[in-house]
């Protein structure tokens, strides 16, 4: 009796109900691989289109698993109906946990953050999908930091299987055990990584993106490395169109987080091609226009 009554003690949160806060390229993704996989969500956003967006896209994913075989209508109709699109942050608050996926900017995201801890119970656990921004910095905007930690997914989310787990100075045991427990729930690879600029695999690979730019300032045809790195090395995709996915104003965004925690390394540079195409409103394919037009 007494080692069940331990075990209960010390065993981590299940994570029944979800919330996304944003309804983006990410939000979208993690709210569908959340249904998906049976665990309920509210998917918040500031914009109604935004929302609108979110849940056509889940749709899409959908639509190409049921003509691969691999869905059929009634579980459509159940992913999609588990997806709970708002406006409103009430709707947030019976959920376990939270993943936010707003802007990358501290600043926007400290207000987000603090703002949910009001509105979810006490043993909610928060999480943040950021990029590069350190969750021991995030977590001072809040009055729980153990409950807090990072949940970083990759891009598509549906198809990407890696999660980083990023572990604050204050984040506890129990809620890094919930999260990696949520992870696997997820079908992900979770993984737990301490905390620092960019955390493990963007610290890898903005570095890369940094030469990239570079290459460009001394006048290389950005198309040119493009194909070297997909037809000859191999990658997936080169360095501009892998920008264009991720969303020009997200990179820039990361750059100037990633420039800050390593200034000798990675120096800002205020004319680098991605702030220059921020700043020409071109942000990837998410507006259709980025390094590269789509139609
Ligand atoms: P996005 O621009 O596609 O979406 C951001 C969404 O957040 C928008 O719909 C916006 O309306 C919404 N939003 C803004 N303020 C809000 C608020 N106060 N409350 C609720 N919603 C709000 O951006 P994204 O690419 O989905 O990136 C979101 C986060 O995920 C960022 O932190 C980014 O660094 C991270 N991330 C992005 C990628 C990627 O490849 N794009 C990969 C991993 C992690």
Not at 224 to 244: C, H, R, T
Request: glycine fraction near 8%; charge should be positive; charged fraction near 25%.
């Amino acid at each position: 009796k007494s080692k069940s009554k331990k075990r209960a003690k010390t065993a981590s949160k299940e994570i029944k109900h979800a919330a996304v806060l944003g309804a983006g390229i990410m939000g979208g993704g993690i709210a569908y691989q959340s249904a998906y996989k049976g665990v309920p969500v509210v998917m918040k956003d500031i914009r109604q289109d935004a929302l609108d967006l979110g849940m056509k896209e889940a749709g899409k994913i959908l639509e190409k698993a049921v003509k691969r075989g691999k869905a059929d209508n009634k579980k459509v109709v159940k992913v999609l109906s588990s997806i709970t699109p708002t406006l409103l942050n009430e709707a947030v608050k019976d959920v376990d946990i939270v993943v936010e996926a707003v802007v990358e900017n501290p600043k926007v995201k400290g207000s987000v953050l603090a703002e949910i801890e009001q509105v979810v119970s006490d043993d909610a656990i928060i999480t943040s999908n950021t990029s590069t921004i350190s969750i021991t910095e995030l977590a001072k905007n809040l009055k729980h930091p153990e409950k807090f930690c990072g949940m970083h997914f990759f891009n598509p989310v549906h198809k990407m299987p890696l999660v980083e787990i990023i572990r604050g100075e204050k984040t506890s045991d129990e809620t890094v055990a919930a999260v990696v427990a949520y992870a696997l729930k997820l079908g992900k690879t979770p993984i737990v990584v301490n905390d620092c600029p960019g955390f493990l695999v963007n610290r890898v690979l903005f570095p890369y993106l940094a030469g990239f730019a570079e290459m460009l300032k001394e006048g290389v045809d950005f198309v040119a490395i493009d194909k070297v790195m997909e037809k000859q090395f191999g990658w997936p995709m080169g360095p501009a169109y892998l920008s264009d996915v991720v969303g020009i104003d997200t990179a820039d965004h990361c750059t100037k987080v990633m420039a800050e925690g390593f200034p000798t390394r990675m120096p800002r540079d205020e004319a680098n091609a991605v702030a220059q195409l921020a700043n020409a409103e071109r942000y990837g394919q998410k507006n259709g226009k980025g390094f590269y037009d789509y139609g």
